[in-house]
Structures are given as structure tokens and as C-alpha cells.
């Protein structure tokens, strides 16, 4: 089991920047891909970005060349680095981590706001 840990939601003028961090701890050896997604009241949590242990990632077209997801290994910690919010990109964040088994777990969530 892994534990996730995410951090550095909060308020942004539309236009500005954040980086949201998740750090794991447990069995992290065993990770596959880690990835965020997003959640708006009323609707299902869809994917913003992954990035498997390989390096290799992918991204929601809504968010192309605006976000960047990274991982530091020394750290255990992935990072989603958003520019050019908007106001739609408001939601709560959460990072998650899939195993090769199928299994995944999911962070507690961080509340991104994008508002002038």
C-alpha cells in the first residue's frame, strides 16, 4: 500500500501559475504510473496527466501546453506544474498511483480555485 500526500492548491487570478505536489511513501517500488485528475462537483474525476515510471506521459487535450507533470525519484515526489490557468480548470486535484496489479490508491485531493 502506498500513502499519497498532496499539496500547494489554493487561490489564482486566471493567467497565473501553480505546482501542485504529491508526495508517496510505503510501497513505492511496486508503482507503475503516477498520475492527477480532477473533480468538479456534479461531474466524474477525469485525468489531467499521468507518468509512468518509465518517464513517458500523457495529457487531457484541455490542458496541453499549459500543464507539465514531473517526478523527482530522490524525493518520491510527482509534481503537476499549471500555467495559463483558467477559470475552468477549477476543481479538486487529486494525485494517484496505479500498480502494474491494477490496484491504485488515491490522495486525500487539493482544491485548485481559479478566479479574479
Known amino acids: 500500500q502506498v500513502q499519497l500526500v498532496e499539496s500547494g492548491g489554493g487561490l489564482v487570478q486566471p493567467g497565473g501559475s501553480l505546482r501542485l505536489s504529491c508526495a508517496a511513501s510505503?510501497?513505492?517500488?511496486?508503482?507503475?504510473?503516477m498520475g492527477w485528475y480532477r473533480q468538479v462537483p456534479g461531474k466524474e474525476r477525469e485525468l489531467v496527466a499521468t507518468?509512468?515510471?518509465?518517464?513517458?506521459?500523457n495529457y487531457a487535450d484541455s490542458v496541453k501546453g499549459r500543464f507539465t507533470i514531473s517526478n523527482d525519484g530522490a524525493k518520491n515526489t510527482v509534481y503537476l506544474q499549471m500555467n495559463n490557468l483558467k477559470p475552468e480548470d477549477t476543481a479538486v486535484y487529486y494525485c494517484n498511483a496505479a500498480y502494474g496489479s491494477g490496484n491504485s490508491f488515491w490522495g486525500q485531493g487539493t482544491l485548485v480555485t481559479v478566479s479574479s
Open positions: 507518468i509512468t515510471s518509465g518517464g513517458s506521459t
Open positions: 510505503g510501497r513505492i517500488f511496486r508503482i507503475n504510473a
